[in-house]
């Protein structure tokens, strides 16, 4: 399996590191294989596999399908593709065939993202953990969502060296909205 594919990278892009600018000093104390994925200018290429979970309820599917959140299923070969471009980072995940594109970037010390419709910003807490992502704000095609009616659960880590991610979103008293994880081969 391919771990580690540099990608050409034009003279546009910036020349910092969105993670390392935001988490400051917590940065030096991540583990290895979460600072490996962050680790700056060059685009990377990761391979491994997820298992997606999606929320049943209808205003549940509806904001999956304007998030274009993946299909529900098990051991799903995914694809993340890290590309720096001149207003950030745009992350290219690849579940299967189903693509979901997001753009992040530092916005006075929070990571905003950009998710289709969707614009989220969080403060990231860095430990020899990993990351920890917490909300602050959310919007809607431009309507101000109260962070009161979610719950999120937003981390990267490693186990035995290897990259993990968990992302889980409810909605408070409807239930999963979507959860997805997994790892990600990358060489460490």
């Known amino acids: 399996m391919k771990t580690h594919v540099p990608l050409l990278t034009s003279p546009t892009h910036h020349s910092t590191n969105l993670f390392k600018d935001l ?3 917590s940065y030096a104390t991540l ?21 997606v979970m999606r929320g049943k309820t209808l205003l549940g599917k509806a904001m999956a399908f304007f998030a274009k959140i993946p ?11 890290i590309r720096r471009t001149r207003n950030g980072v745009q992350w290219i995940r690849s579940f299967g065939k189903h693509e979901m594109t ?18 989220f910003l969080f403060r990231l807490q860095g430990s020899e953990q990993g990351i920890r992502w917490i ?5 809607a095609m431009g309507i101000p969502l109260p962070l009161r009616l979610f719950d999120f659960d ?7 060296e ?16 979507v959860h997805y994880q997994g790892r990600l081969e990358a060489d460490v």
């Open 102 to 119: 997001s753009t992040l970037r530092n916005a006075q010390g929070l990571l905003s993202e950009s998710l289709g419709p969707a614009r």
């Open 23 to 25: 988490l400051k000093s």
């Open 31 to 51: 583990p290895h294989a979460v600072k490996h994925v962050h680790q700056g200018m060059q685009d990377i290429s990761l391979e491994g596999s997820c298992t």
């Open 154 to 160: 937003i981390r990267e880590y490693a186990d035995q």
């Open 162 to 177: 290897r990259y993990h991610f968990n992302v889980k979103v409810e909605i408070v008293g409807l239930g999963l909205l």
């Open 71 to 81: 299909p529900a299923g098990e051991n799903i070969p995914i694809k993340v593709i």
């Open 135 to 139: 909300p602050v704000r959310i919007r």
